[in-house]
């Protein structure tokens, strides 16, 4: 398939210009970043400076789980910057006790104590060294079909092609196979047991094994319900704790509180971002059961960010734990998810080009194909870190001229809705989507 030419000179207004000269792009060629100036966000819709309004039905980058309207947040943001902007993070404040708390009481079993940062990918950072410290090991292991971040420690740790540009990275961290039933010639049962043998050749080397407990930006990857336990046992067996990945999977994303929680398992350590504040302010934390934590009583705990628990990020975490908790969001995301899961159902018995469909609660994703048959799928994995824009790209260009924003990754069009959707509302986005699917459909002829 050839690749669309990127048009050599997009239309920009003013604000776009100078963005696009000053402010670089996230993981692009420069030349072909098209920054779109947002002039309004409300509910579940934001608008752009030419007056489009969208459905935003990936919730930006899979984070504003509130949407854009859930004014108790930027009330308490506010409130907390006007009382004091900021304290060293050795002074505290009442949100950041109470969030702290409020942390242990929604996350699974005994993780009580949490490390605050500014984003998903410090939240990885915290958890690789408190890992390494409390076990005294080095070794991370962690999946191909990965994203934990993009700082040294979290790109080495993250499987997906993004990571070669920064390799070798840092040193001790391994990939293992993943539960990628449609497209991994292992199936995910078998391959949690290849990690298993991987652990036993390690000898006792590795403090950790990472993942997602549903892969985020890889595909929406849903192992079988066996799966995670069954890591967690492995892990246990050979002396390594078991770290989930809950950034983006978090926050009622699932139509639970956790990943984690779909599988009943509670890992050693968790960290969250995104949700965790719904977006309104950077927060990344990582939290740790009450065992890791009495360790750096007398052990210290090297680590530590200016902005640790900022107390406007906090506020703003507390918030959002409080109107998921006010507003039912969680149950919400449930029910509204099966509610999504047959329409995307329908569009798979109708367009060829879906060849599969997977996910939980309002975190769904819908692979593509050129040829079901043979699973071929339309965009490479390399395709990522490469120039010009794929077929799957353009399936969302489309579904956005329709009026949905949908994010994609790699072959994946990737479906994370605010919690706070209605039906009416993913009725238009699916037609949106619908429209989208008539792009791949045809391109599968070509
Ligand atoms: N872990 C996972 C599972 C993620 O999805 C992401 C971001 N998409 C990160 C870590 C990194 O988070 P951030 O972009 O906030 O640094």
């Known amino acids: 398939m050839a690749k669309r030419e990127y048009p050599a000179e997009p239309s920009l207004n003013e604000v776009e210009e100078t963005d696009k000269e000053h402010v670089f792009g996230t993981w692009s060629f420069q030349k072909e970043v098209s920054p779109t100036e947002v002039v309004d966000a409300d509910g579940v819709r934001f608008t752009t400076a030419d007056g489009e309004e969208y459905i935003d039905f990936s919730s930006q ?9 859930a004014d108790k947040v930027s009330e308490a943001v506010a409130e907390q910057v006007r009382e004091a902007a900021y304290v060293a993070p050795n002074y505290t404040t009442e949100a950041r006790a109470k969030l702290g708390a409020k942390l242990a009481e929604v996350t699974p079993g005994d993780l009580s104590k949490t490390f605050f940062s500014t984003s998903g990918t410090e939240a990885v950072e915290a958890a690789i ?27 080495s740790v993250t499987g997906d092609p993004r990571r070669l540009k920064s390799e070798p990275g840092i040193p001790g961290t391994i990939k293992a196979p993943d539960p990628y039933a449609y497209g991994s010639t292992l199936d995910p049962m ?45 892990a246990h ?38 949700g965790l504040t ?22 210290m ?15 703003a975490g507390l918030a959002t734990l409080e109107t998921y908790q006010e507003e039912n969001l969680i149950e919400r995301a449930n029910e509204m998810g099966e509610y999504l899961s047959e329409h995307i159902d329908e569009l798979a018995e109708k367009h060829p080009s879906v060849g599969d469909t997977r996910g939980v609660g309002l975190f769904r994703g819908i692979e593509l194909t050129k040829d079901p048959e043979e699973r071929v799928p339309f965009g490479k994995r390399e395709d990522k870190i490469s120039s010009g824009s794929t077929v799957v790209d353009e399936v969302t260009t489309t579904a956005k001229e329709h009026g949905a924003y949908v994010a994609n ?18 009725d238009e986005a699916i037609k949106a989507i619908d429209a989208g699917l008539k792009v791949s459909d045809n391109a599968m002829k070509i």
């Open 278 to 299: 719904g977006a309104y302010q950077p927060l990344g934390a990582t939290i740790v059961n009450s065992e890791i934590a009495d360790h750096f009583e007398e052990n």
């Open 61 to 69: 980058l899979m984070c504003s789980n509130l949407g854009h309207s």
């Open 190 to 234: 078998e391959s949690v047991e290849y990690i298993d043998e991987m652990l036993e050749l390690e000898g006792d080397t590795v403090a950790a094994i990472l993942v997602e407990p549903i892969v985020g930006s890889n595909g929406i990857l849903v192992p079988p319900e066996e799966y995670l336990p069954r890591l967690k046992e492995i």
């Open 237 to 274: 067996d050979h002396g390594a704790l078991l770290i989930c990945d809950e950034v983006m999977s978090g926050f009622g994303r699932t139509g639970e509180w956790f990943g984690s929680d779909v599988f009943d398992v509670e890992p050693d350590i968790m960290t969250m971002a995104k």
């Open 301 to 315: 705990l090297c680590h530590g960010h200016t902005y640790a628990g900022h107390p406007a990020a906090v506020a």
């Open 129 to 155: 060294k408190i890992a390494r410290f409390y076990t005294g090991k080095q070794k991370i292991i962690s999946r191909y079909r990965s994203y934990h971040g993009a700082t040294y420690g979290s790109i």
């Open 409 to 426: 990754m790699i072959n994946t069009l990737i479906i994370a809705p605010p919690l706070t959707i209605t039906e009416d509302e993913i």
